[in-house]
């Protein structure tokens, strides 16, 4: 009895060390932490030079997101001031009000507001609401792609014309390349056509580059065209706007 006793002990122990030597199950990937529901950044940029020439521009930009998920709502401001030998050279204002809402983890369904005004192209403002859909072709951690389209109406007033409206068509691009640490090239793109007058059309393209200085604070250069088809008398069709912002993050 005392031998067959002895004999179980050592097999059960043998078996528990060949147990305890096996190789763990591998663990399922541990799951990314959902993005923050509020977000936002405030820029801000400033020029000046004195002496034989008098100049100064000043810039700013406030970006808030809410995305509680399925919905993403976004508001942003932007504005420039330029003024020479204390007269003004430039002066533009952009605000825009977005909400989506996500169908499937790529195709979403939007709507939105846009207000644009410069006076110095003929401006006078320019108002839109669309709505349409969106896909992201790419979501990954490193790059983003999204195109959309929809279709809306249009109010604008423009210098020494008046105020006309009409029914437009709109498509967009956004691409995002986080390249480095802290690095970032982001690019967004929209073409609003008249559908009443085909030859009445806008194209914007926006094009930034941002480094990160801290966990707030980055630097971001920018560059940015508008080329409008058919201008208010007297004014050029392209405008371009080149940038360099501290921004903070929030």
């Known amino acids: 009895m005392r031998v067959r006793g002895g004999v179980s002990f050592i097999a059960a122990a043998l078996c528990a060390a060949a147990a305890s030597g096996q190789?763990?199950?591998?663990?399922?990937?541990?799951?990314?932490?959902?993005?923050p529901l509020w977000s936002g950044e405030v820029g801000v940029s400033y020029i000046a030079t004195s002496g034989n020439t008098s100049t100064s521009s000043f810039g700013g930009n406030f970006g808030l997101a809410w995305k509680p998920d399925p919905w993403a709502l976004e508001a942003k401001f932007a504005f420039l001031r330029s003024e020479s030998e204390h007269v003004v050279t430039a002066e533009a204002y952009d605000g825009s009000l977005t909400a989506a809402r996500s169908l499937t983890p790529r195709l979403d369904i939007y709507g939105g507001s846009e207000y644009h005004r410069n006076v110095f192209a003929g401006i006078d403002y320019r108002i839109n609401a669309t709505a349409g859909a969106g896909y992201k072709v790419l979501d990954g951690p490193v790059t983003f792609l999204r195109p959309e389209v929809g279709f809306g109406y249009e109010k604008r007033k423009l210098a020494d014309v008046g105020t006309d409206s009409y029914p437009v068509g709109r498509a967009g691009l956004k691409f995002v390349w986080k390249f480095l640490a802290g690095g970032e090239f982001a690019n967004e793109t929209s073409f609003t056509d008249d559908l009443n007058e085909t030859?009445?059309?806008?194209?914007?393209?926006?094009?930034?580059?941002?480094?990160?200085?801290?966990?707030?604070?980055?630097?971001?250069?920018?560059?940015?065209?508008?080329?409008?088809?058919?201008?208010?008398?007297?004014?050029?069709?392209?405008?371009?706007?080149?940038?360099?912002a501290i921004v903070a993050k929030f």
């Open 199 to 244: 030859d009445n059309w806008v194209f914007r393209n926006k094009a930034t580059v941002s480094a990160k200085l801290t966990n707030v604070f980055l630097l971001r250069l920018g560059w940015a065209i508008e080329y409008n088809n058919l201008p208010a008398p007297g004014f050029k069709k392209t405008d371009t706007v080149t940038s360099a």
């Open 23 to 35: 190789a763990p199950c591998p663990c399922p990937p541990a799951t990314p932490p959902p993005p």
